[in-house]
């Protein structure tokens, strides 16, 4: 029997991403407003302003859509949405991407154009620009941590961190194109998966993947005896077990070593270290913590450090002390098969300071390559031409230094 906790039962991915038009996946999730729902969900300015074209007349008008900040291109959904859109309200959109999926965009570079009719275009803008800066940055975050860390596999614990079905189905996207980017430039194991069945699909997988919650320690009313009730039902699956419940993350981990020795040396026993920054991982503080680092990597502390990289190495929590302790433990005991995964805060910051001291980490859960300032996915749209002539606010036209074939709504359509 193969569950939602085999992180290995599916092949990876392959490294090389498809042709954007050519890449088959299923529709659009159920939240990403059609018909009569766009008006409710649009900005009543745009509303008011198809209203006008309506009564004055309509024009062909191209938009250039831009963020202020580098990213990752990643405008598969909003351009699906797009095309979807004009396929029910029988119009075609002319669009011109200027960087493909998972090229590197640069701070106010247009990513695309978008040219149509300005009555079928116009209330569009809000809905479309919710779909691609959230995306873009996300992909950014994800391509920065699997290219500092490319002899981790990442999986994609988000979908309980974000603010429900459309922007799970973002965030998941996003996390695989940054990752087959960081595959394609440094050979990086990248993100094998993720948490759901909905958006396993973007990861090369029909399932989601996960280990166990802390709630099935509680329910078990001990570590061995958690990890003995998933074995038992899902025996095919690699065991990777949380220790961290009783604040016992060692001993525990070595009693459950103990337990399950084939799996060990199989390969196919792991610990997950979750200890949350109220307290230091069992056998540690933050002398101990020095003396870790001393041993395995002593240019980590004779160097300037700001006190949340300190806090990383040597404070509370999944730290990179903590987890070069576990391996010493395991090692000692004789379990070098057993893999160690890291979750706890793993943002693209935290990511780097790991691999500044290489922590033998083998897989890292995260949900937080998620933006932290979400201020900067705000994208944005301008209307550069108007039946071909260009025209754009005072300060805008930069977003012309594009070739100029494309301002006039050369290109694919969306379809």
């Known amino acids: 029997?193969?569950?939602?906790?085999?992180?290995?039962?599916?092949?990876?991915?392959?490294?090389?991403?498809p042709a954007l038009e050519d890449e088959p996946h299923p529709p659009v999730a159920a939240s990403h407003p059609l018909g009569e729902d766009i008006a409710r969900y649009t900005d009543t300015y745009f509303r008011k302003t198809k209203a006008i074209v309506e009564r004055f007349g309509d024009r062909r008008v191209t938009y250039a859509v831009f963020l202020r900040r580098p990213v990752v291109a990643a405008p598969r959904l909003a351009l699906e949405w797009l095309?979807?859109?004009?396929?029910?309200?029988?119009?075609?959109?002319?669009?011109?991407?200027?960087?493909?999926?998972?090229?590197?965009?640069?701070?106010?570079?247009?990513?695309?154009y978008v040219t149509g009719s300005f009555h079928h275009l116009v209330d569009l803008e809000t809905n479309l620009l919710q779909k691609i800066g959230?995306?873009?940055?996300?992909?950014?975050?994800?391509?920065?941590?699997?290219?500092?860390?490319?002899y981790v596999a990442f999986l994609a614990m988000d979908a309980r961190h974000c603010a429900g079905l459309e922007m799970a189905e973002m965030m998941a996207y996003a996390a695989s194109v940054g990752s087959r980017r960081a595959r394609a430039e440094t050979n990086a194991i990248g993100f094998i998966g993720n948490a759901t069945d909905a958006t396993a699909h973007f990861f090369g997988r029909s399932r989601g993947l996960?280990?166990?919650?802390?709630?099935?320690?509680?329910?078990?009313?001990?570590?061995?005896?958690?990890?003995?009730?998933f074995h038992e039902t899902f025996p095919e699956d690699p065991l990777y077990?949380?220790?961290?419940?009783?604040?016992?993350?060692?001993?525990?981990?070595?009693?459950?070593?103990?337990?399950?020795?084939?799996?060990?040396?199989e390969g196919r026993l792991g610990i997950?270290?979750?200890?949350?920054?109220?307290?230091?991982?069992?056998?540690?503080?933050?002398a101990a913590s020095y003396a870790v680092l001393e041993r395995h990597a002593p240019q980590a502390i004779r160097t300037y450090r700001t006190p949340e990289e300190l806090a990383w190495l040597t404070g509370t929590g999944v730290t990179a002390a903590a987890i070069?302790?576990?391996?010493?433990?395991?090692?000692?005991?004789?379990?070098?098969?057993?893999?160690?995964?890291?979750?706890?805060g793993f943002s693209?910051?935290?990511?780097?300071?790991?691999?500044?001291?290489?922590?033998?980490?083998?897989?890292?859960?995260?949900?937080?390559?998620?933006?932290?300032?979400w201020s900067e996915t705000y994208a944005t749209a301008d209307v550069i031409a108007y039946d071909g002539e260009p025209r754009v606010k005072v300060g805008r036209e930069f977003l012309f230094e594009r070739p100029r074939a494309a301002v006039g709504g050369a290109g694919r359509k969306a379809r």
């Open 83 to 112: 095309a979807r859109v004009g396929r029910e309200r029988g119009t075609e959109f002319q669009v011109e991407l200027l960087f493909e999926e998972g090229d590197w965009v640069g701070a106010g570079e247009p990513l695309m």
């Open 1 to 17: 029997m193969k569950s939602s906790g085999d992180l290995r039962a599916e092949p990876v991915p392959e490294r090389t991403a």
């Open 272 to 286: 997950r270290l979750d200890t949350h920054g109220g307290r230091f991982l069992e056998g540690l503080d933050v």
């Open 210 to 229: 996960g280990t166990m919650p802390h709630a099935l320690i509680g329910y078990a009313g001990s570590t061995v005896r958690a990890a003995e009730m």
């Open 348 to 373: 693209p910051q935290k990511c780097k300071l790991m691999a500044s001291v290489r922590a033998p980490i083998d897989i890292i859960g995260t949900g937080s390559y998620l933006p932290e300032r």
């Open 134 to 150: 959230p995306a873009c940055v996300a992909a950014f975050n994800a391509y920065s941590m699997c290219t500092d860390l490319p």
């Open 241 to 265: 077990v949380l220790v961290d419940y009783f604040g016992r993350e060692v001993t525990d981990a070595l009693e459950v070593c103990r337990r399950f020795p084939d799996l060990a040396a």
């Open 324 to 344: 070069f302790h576990m391996r010493e433990q395991l090692d000692a005991a004789g379990f070098r098969q057993v893999k160690i995964i890291a979750s706890s």
